[in-house]
């Protein structure tokens, strides 16, 4: 099985982004999501939502689903947002309490960068979407252009040309561009469109260009320079081939222990009916990180 990196707890939204001098990259990654994501729908899920940094860009889509392993991110998220179309899910990525087929649209940013088994988490992705659905998915590109000159000068040992993925610290991993493309394939998506984004993460441009001007420029090589994969983020659009479902879907989740659906909500609790696991509601958010003990 594999193992799950969880930010309960963690100082993510201030020890990571505000005021961590991340401006530009905030920028960069929005300018690109934008261009990818279909801009209305039924309803999209972001995976690994955290906070609920990149949610005011899901205005045209009527429910949006904010899935996280961390209950503390999805607190922060409810606080901020405070909004009905938003349902805060607190799960696993591997095995998400999702009926097959249930949204339109997914995004995964800054995620995949902490996925031990890519292809299973991609499979599960692709088990959710609608026939037709957009996956949106950003990723570490191993073949980014410092590795690359680091690994030529001799002052990095790990080849950026190798197409297995590596991991460099526990749980982060960057991924060589043929080799995340292959992974999607088998998961069932077509690629439509890719992007370049963040080409100017250097600390020392950062602090003397402007953040509107360096993210303008980064939005107008995103999709110029896609074709070299050089930057250290790649974006990309593809979308699941598969049948249509023989009944419309209806209910929304499904057990994650057993794969029964529907669940049946009493109180607080939704109650599996074919194993009998119950599940906890906090605070507004839909625990499926663990069952309530009997």
Known sequence: MAEICDYQDSGYRTDFWEGQGREYEDRAERIALTK??????????EIGAGYGRLASLYQGYDEVLLLDYALSQLQQARQQLANDRFCYIAADLYNTPLV????????????????QDPL??????????SPDGAFILEYANKRNLKAVLRYLLRRQEWNPFALQPVEFVHLNFDFHPAYMESQLREAGFGL???????????????RLVPTSL??????LLQRPSAGLKLAPSLFLRGRIRKAAPVAAVEALFRCPTCGATPLRPS?????????????????GIYNFREPIAP
Do not use: Y
Not at 192 to 206: D, H
Not at 269 to 280: F, K, T, Y
């Open 214 to 219: 360096l993210a303008g420029l980064d939005g």
């Open 192 to 206: 439509e469109e890719q992007l370049a984004v963040s080409t100017f993460r250097l600390p020392l441009l950062k």
């Open 267 to 283: 109180g607080a609790v939704l109650i599996c009916l074919g194993c009998g696991r119950r599940w906890a509601i906090q605070d």
């Open 36 to 45: 990818l994501l279909p801009p209305q729908g039924r309803r999209l899920i």
């Open 120 to 129: 299973a988490a991609l499979n599960e992705i692709a088990r959710i979407l």
């Open 100 to 115: 097959d087929c249930c949204v339109d649209a997914a995004v995964m940013v800054r995620v995949m960068h902490h996925v």
